[in-house]
């Protein structure tokens, strides 16, 4: 069974700093993985799809990475600005054709 | 490109009431799945539907039901609400299952009394 796991739960930095959120999953046997952006209330705003042939995907100041065989992912945010302060969630999609959600980081930006 | 639209937004019901959301997914996508979102439990795999057909169901009890159509629209429906469904309904497209991103709505808040 797929579990997903995101650390730190809550970040805090002041902005301009990179920063580099953590996604962790069970079974290396995905299809993909997807990082979305949730604001406080809203639905989910898709950030960076990499696909499991990929090991990167790039948007912006945004850098996803892939680590299929050791089961992680890392989502780095470079130059944060107090807009980028939400919830950052990672998503598995594998064989089941369901994606599987980590909890979320919920991430700050002091001005 | 109009994107995934869930109606309505919010939504206060009565214990023991039952209500239907609706999901119009990407023009051309053919797969929906729905999530439940609550502080406590995050996010959760309800079902997902592909050319009128489930394909999967999450653990959910039978109360959770859902359905789409010709049209790929689809609809979640929920009786003899409890308490703990309030929560946000989210609702997901592809093209199809699985293989590229989902697109979310903005999901629909439930408030049950």
């Known amino acids: 069974k797929q579990e997903v796991t995101q650390i730190p739960a809550a970040l805090s930095v002041p902005e301009g700093e990179n920063l580099v959120l953590n996604c962790s999953f069970t079974?290396?046997?995905?299809?993909?993985l997807q990082w979305f952006r949730q604001d406080p209330g809203k639905g989910l705003t898709s950030l960076l799809l990499?696909?499991?042939?990929?090991r990167e995907q790039t948007s912006g100041r945004l850098n996803a990475s892939l680590d299929k065989s050791s089961g992680r992912s890392t989502l780095y945010i470079a130059a944060s600005q107090p807009g980028d302060s939400a919830t950052y969630l990672c998503?598995?999609?594998?064989?089941?054709?369901?994606?599987?959600f980590g909890s979320g980081t919920r991430l700050s930006i002091r001005p | 490109k109009a994107g995934v639209t869930q109606t309505p937004r919010y939504l206060i019901k009565t214990r023991g009431q039952q209500v239907t959301l609706s999901c119009s997914p990407i023009?051309?996508?053919?797969?929906v799945s729905w999530y439940q979102q609550t502080p406590g439990q995050g996010l959760q795999f309800l079902f997902e539907?592909?050319?009128?057909?489930?394909?999967n169901k999450g653990n959910f009890p039978g109360r959770f039901s859902g359905r789409q159509f010709s049209n790929s629209r689809s609809e979640m429906n929920v009786s003899t609400l409890e308490l703990g469904d309030s929560a946000l309904y989210l609702c997901?497209?592809?093209?199809?299952?699985?293989?590229?991103?989902?697109?979310f709505g903005s999901g629909t808040r439930l408030t049950v009394v």
């Open positions: 998503a598995v999609g594998g064989s089941a054709s369901k994606i599987i």
């Open positions: 079974d290396s046997a995905i299809y993909n």
């Open positions: 023009s051309g996508h053919r797969s």
């Open positions: 990499i696909q499991s042939s990929q």
């Open positions: 997901a497209s592809n093209i199809t299952p699985g293989l590229v991103g989902y697109t």
């Open positions: 539907y592909f050319s009128e057909t489930q394909r």
